[in-house]
């Protein structure tokens, strides 16, 4: 029986198997134990080796089942480890424990991708600054928004924040409530006389009404301090070719340069003769669109929304699967509605509304203004809205879940990051 057994004294805990049971995987350390003479303690008849004995009831037990099975509750990354060192390859692992083998590495690849985005925010540094230098101060406090540790600083900087997010607030609802009738007034004749010159413009709604002066007035009180602080920004920014390549910051800057354009030639309307001069006015006008992108700006120290951004990067493989099957079953679907509303009088005419309106159908919106007529129609019809919610929401859960996970590792980086600094 003796020379049938082996003593293993591991970490101080001793295993005893079967010499046979080491023998289960050829090539690795344990079948070739007897080889190991300098592991071998001849007074107390046993090898030993100097590591984790929890670890190694798994190995041991491996070398009994011949499949590997990982202990649920350890790292995969130590036990791969592990696994090394005894000489064990990981196609040995059972199918059941690959997530526990492998999502070590996905966690720690996923960290490594939030701590370089969370430091990413502070590119716009250069190399040797100044700490103390005024204009860097207030960098700091208008762009990263930070006070250093002095607690005023703090409650001016909160005070800071919400007063620059009001108004930009103010600012868009100005815009909006200008669209409401309630707040339009009539232009002046001389304006409304330019305007008649390019009738094709006239008889749209456009141009037959002006915000009311109150308004413009708000809104320029707005715009005034926001383009005060771009300025000001610019002017204090150590590293000026980071400000300038921040493509948010550039399309803000260049929505507020078209808002003061607009702004004069909206007041010199009707000095404006020239062809040209009008649709210069009409392009700044759209430009103005630009401006939103400020709104974005008060979300940028949001970590949520850097981690909607992570998502999307990190999900780039659901997002095609996403679009391969949209597409797909956009001209399966508009092909098969085409040809099923053929003979009947219907507003589906071509394959390309056919299309539109499976797209519509698959993403639920369903607006209701094609519509089919034909049995068959109403048939194929059902069968897109059923695959629209089908291959919908596969895709989009597999990014949820990346997006909850990314937020839970957000929480303990962010902790992490706060003891290392
Ligand atoms: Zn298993």
Known sequence: MDDKCVCLNIGGTVFMCFRKTLKTFPESKLAQVEQLAHCYNHERREYFFDRNPHLFQFILDACRRGVIHLP?????????????????AERQVAPCCWEALYRGESELKTMQMLVHSLRKGKKTRSGVIDKSDIKYRVWQFLDEQKSGNI??????????CVFISMVILGSTLMQALATLPAFQVTPSLAEQATLRKYSEWYNTTFGRTKPHPYIIFGDLCCHSILTMETLVAFVVCPNKQAFLTSSVRIIVFAGYISYWIDLIMEMNLEKMTTVHALRAYIVFKYLNVLMLGRLFYITRHLPAFKIMGLTFRS????LKILGFMLGILVCVFGFAMFISELLHQTNINNVFVGMYWALVTLTTVGYG?????????????AACALCGVLVLALPIGVIASTFYTFYNYHKYAAKHLQLTN
């Open 72 to 88: 649920k509750d350890i790292c995969g990354i130590v036990f791969r480890e592990e696994m090394e060192y005894w000489g064990l």
């Open 151 to 160: 607690k005023t600083g703090r409650v001016v900087l909160q005070i800071w």
């Open 315 to 318: 999900s780039k493989q659901e």
């Open 369 to 381: 203004r094609y519509v089919p007529y034909s049995v068959l129609g109403h048939i194929i019809a």
